[in-house]
Nanobody, 124 residues
Framework: QVQLVESGGGLVQPGGSLRLSCAAS????????MGWFRQAPGKEREFVAL????????IYADYVKGRFTISRDNTKNTMYLQMNSLKPEETAVYYC?????????????????WGQGTQVTVSS
């Protein structure tokens, strides 16, 4: 299976931006559909965005649409999440996940492999 490592989290002020990265290794990255999820303290893991294997198709959760952008560079074995206009309630651990299918899913249970997560804290 592919191994995933997230990076790019940190502390940002409300309204600020962060770019998360998810580096993959071990298998052919372009064989995997990918997704971003997040989990806040005391809450369930929730869907953020997904992207298919080629990067030609994306879906966003309504609460991030227009502010977040998911992308991938299969030549660099890396997926990204550009997050703009961040809100305090978006403080969470952000996870990337992969599944060995052409199409991604909004259901966390459909993913085979997860990264360790990266903490994003939105606070003044």
């Amino acid at each position: 299976q592919v191994q995933l490592v997230e990076s790019g989290g940190g502390l940002v002020q409300p309204g600020g931006s962060l770019r998360l990265s998810c580096a993959a290794s071990g298998r052919t990255f372009s064989d995997y559909a990918m997704g971003w999820f997040r989990q806040a303290p005391g809450k369930e893991r929730e869907f953020v965005a997904l992207i298919n294997r080629s990067g030609s198709f994306t879906i966003y959760a309504d609460y991030v649409k227009g502010r977040f952008t998911i992308s991938r560079d299969n030549t660099k074995n890396t997926m990204y999440l550009q997050m703009n206009s961040l809100k305090p309630e978006e403080t969470a651990v952000y996870y990337c996940a992969s599944r060995a299918r052409t199409w991604s899913s909004q259901n966390a249970n459909d993913y085979d492999t997860w990264g360790q997560g990266t903490q994003v804290t939105v606070s003044s």
